[in-house]
């Protein structure tokens, strides 16, 4: 049976030597949470993870959720392990204390969410929908329907659940046939189906707060007209108890590729009361709210899948004895050497664990710039994190989900014949994995956005959030013998994404097919440059503690070797990137559509 | 549910037109292979494949294989199919005639073991095993074992198995424990554990005839030491009539990921009767016979689960109604323009496409060289096509699988979240095609076999086989401007794997390591140049017959677009891969293997 450790001591280099969360401390929130209290979250939910949520990953996969009747049952001890995680606080972790949380920096469930996912990425979807649906209302919803939704969905007693998709509408959510009709008492009646709702029905908690786009009717056409409602699956009375059931109920679950820990239903609303959530005709926005927290949480899922992954596939490499050395035995003694022995293997492990390492560091950044854009003093400052935010959220949602598919896919082939059979659990990481790249928009629709949406916006301002630290840190580090091996193809990839950037602006602007015909690969690029950043920070602070002396020295060494691989096996992949985009969308639009 | 047609066209243009098949009729074999003739097998073949095996692929991996007792039933349908299968004689295509079979060329088995494959790869691989072991026993076995076994296995009335792992040993059988034990009468008896073995047990055929390596006590040690035996499941009266069942039985049957059609048995042998195939100790010998015929195989199972996961995409893609074209309204009559007018879909659908139709080439090309290695008149003909397939072989098997794989994966990404529901069927490719990648040697093992074996075997030689032609071509199309856009790139990175090669062939002379470091990426160059390599000589005839103004000229058009897109989306992956490669093994090696 696979095995999970959270990797602690990575997030503490992180959080206290590359991003130095202590220098934030005059930043709301960053106050209490001092290196020691941080420690000990990542100690004791990583020890709570491994050893409570971990070992159901597999029985989630195998026993699935079983719909009867209306009625989901999610497998064994899926109940049990829940509310063991609501009662240790872990689910209100962020949450403003108003409504019960515990107010610590939104980073610190970014940490929280990539080792639940590691741990058990169907289980963690259900306090993740809960926080998403939270976030929705914490910004749009009225006072009254904070102070009565959100104290019971910080303890975890209630879950939430996001309803966007349609049998007939997923990206083009313009098409949805949904409809909201006014009543007299001020709420609405929501007539519809919606599918693929993860965690839409559930027997984990007493209540269900969905969270439910539909159109007014008589409101614009399209997107415009899309309104956002709360729809309780009980009716909640105004001391915050629970009332009648309302008309929503769970048609049936899909069976799916993978994440069977996971309810994935058939919502049908029959006339099931609503209540507006913000102004009328402008639930997309709220929706962007929940969406964009949830693109971020899923690019992490991503890596999170990498990361166990990894963890197993480096344990069997470790001690699988086969065959010999070609460099000559390693363990003459023992009738086989293990497979770690062999460079391919090391490759595929460091070709994963480069990966792992470089998002862990992205996730963690942009986690920061999360809690800066929403509660540093100076709203320069404010704005700067939140335009960061926004350029990277494709990058990190297309990127990490795609290199963490992919490295689950490598780790598994770590394994060989066995990675194939279902009970070590290998190809289960490759079909959880294989979800991300989905969900929360699929990650065309994620480079479209970086190409199409975010590019442009403010002439560039977003870029220029990025780019100009970037090429700051460049310049101050260039000169640096010991930063050289980062520095030089850090400094070549960039220029090409520059290049790219230039090449895609002229070109997108004489035919907006062009864009499209380049974003996946300048996603891409994007993404590996940025990773290649994270990777030179770090080899900037590995490098100053062996200077110093620090301890273990072994962790900063391995640090720099990790490092290295990623620059010399995921870095050229920009130039190449560049060369495909480059030759542009002719040859692909001109073929007929019946030709395909 | 997923539909198939076989991609027949494709066939007659690559055997009539790209590589004259015709032009064989002086070689045994191939006088009776009429276009005429092939055209019919195609088309009845292509017909019978996608209306009575394609159907029970979903049913095959919904309903899997069923373990009892011993025994295995195989999934409805599957038997009486195989009858049917049996009945039209598809099965002896090409084996001798003078066991029954219809003796056309190996090419034409190439191409059917596409076609079965996407049908229905579960399926495909019951008679792939039979004539595996068919073509073990033709080539190593006695007049008699010939006489016995081979016309059932012809006919399809017994099936075959290949019986080489055991669990502590795959990849290195040099440690194999099973043995075989001499008796008076010149059989032998053999006892051990073999796992992963496909189609070890079912309820399709009379009789399996089991190939099962073996040492024979007080032998060479190691992998010198491994004879091959025939262990028939009913022992064989001299008369061809079924005697006792012998002492081999199914212990258990795999839980996988996927080819849930196919029965994954550990097989267990308490002292079963066995004949030596052979001569004693050369085990490996007669083996690598059947593994490089299946490595082929396999490559193409690659291939097929790419071609059939694209149909079925392309199909989604033209007729899924969602959003608009960024560059403008495409249907303005319909509430959505199909997915097919985006520039990211079509660039998944052409990456596939452009892969499998160059790769589709490589397979007849190697599948036609297989042919003349076997019967040309010339020994120094046969001798050049031995030393070109040994040396395609590792690269047929490595990149057909790992391309056909992502190839899978993209065209689950075209239907979004539908693609992960397993109604769509898009999801079982991806989770089929994923044992491609694994069996038959693990791609991690092609690649040294292609960097260690093939490269320095006979001083290059087989490595002319392959460069001299190419560089022939490249030079004979040069100045031709209509072949520019294919030429160019194929030179390029013609040069670069050329340079690889040097690279590897200097470094891996310091230290072995290097080549096990630069093996992954450099098989990927050799495979996509090949492709390449294809794509031109398929342009070269595609740009010829539309200058004598063959119809439909549509075909030739579109055959000449999707070769365009290989070549600006595929070939530029050649110079990234170098550059990685290049790097060196350096800093994979240098970290302690407990660090990993």
Known sequence: MPTYTAPTDDYKFLLHQVFNLQNQANVPGFEEATPDLIDAILDEGGKFLSEVIAPLNQVGDREGCVWKDGEVTT?????????????????????DPEYGGQGLPHVLGTVFSEMISSANLSFGMYPGLTHGAYEAI?????????????????????TGTMNLTEPHCGTDLGLMRTKAEPQEDGTYRITGTKIFISAGEHDMSRNIIHLVLAKIPGGPEGIKGVSLFIVPKFLVNED??????????????????GIHGNSTCVMNYDGAVGYLVGQKHKGMRAMFTMMNAARLGVGIQGLSQAEVAYQNAAAYARERLQGRSISGAKNPDLPADPIIVH???????????????????????????????????????RKECEDLVALVTPVVKGF??????????MAMQVLGGHGY?????????????????????????????????????????LLRRFFHPLLDFIQENMSDPAMKDFIMPLAKGTAKLQQATAHLAE??????????????????????VTLGYMWARMAKVANERLAEGAEPRSYYENKLLVGRFYMQ????????????????????????????
Chains 1, 2 share one sequence.
């Not at 064994?76 to 972790?93: I, R, T, V």
């Not at 294989?434 to 002439?459: C, H, M, S, W």
């Open 75 to 95: 497998p064994p001890g899926f109940k049990q392990a829940y509310d063991q995680y609501c009662e240790s606080g872990w689910n209100g972790l962020t949450a």
């Open 138 to 158: 914490v910004r749009h919803g009225s006072e009254e329907q904070k102070k009565l939704y959100l104290p019971k969905m910080v303890s975890g007693e209630w």
């Open 240 to 257: 915050g108890s629970l009332g009648e059931r309302n008309a929503v109920s769970c048609g049936s679950i899909e069976e799916k590729m």
């Open 343 to 381: 460079p391919d293997v090391r490759r595929m492990l460091l070709t994963i664990r480069s990966f792992t390492e470089g998002a862990r560091a992205l996730a963690t950044w942009i986690g920061i710039q999360i809690d800066l854009a929403e509660k540093h003093p100076d709203p320069q400052v």
């Open 400 to 409: 990490l989900t795609d290199a963490g598919f992919e490295s689950t896919v």
């Open 421 to 461: 059979i279902r009970e070590h659990g290998m190809e289960q990481f490759v079909r959880d994995a294989r979800i991300t790249q989905i969900y929360e928009g699929a990650n065309g629709i994620q480079a479209l956005d970086l190409v199409g949406r975010k590019l442009p916006q403010g002439f560039g301002r």
């Open 507 to 528: 070109a997108g602007m004489k035919n907006p097919d062009e864009m499209g015909a380049a974003s996946a690969e300048y996603l891409r690029m994007f993404g590996i």
């Open 569 to 596: 096996r995921w870095m050229p992949d920009v130039s190449s990137l560049f060369v495909k985009m480059a030759a542009g969308g002719k040859v692909m639009m001109s073929m007929d559509q019946d030709a395909f």
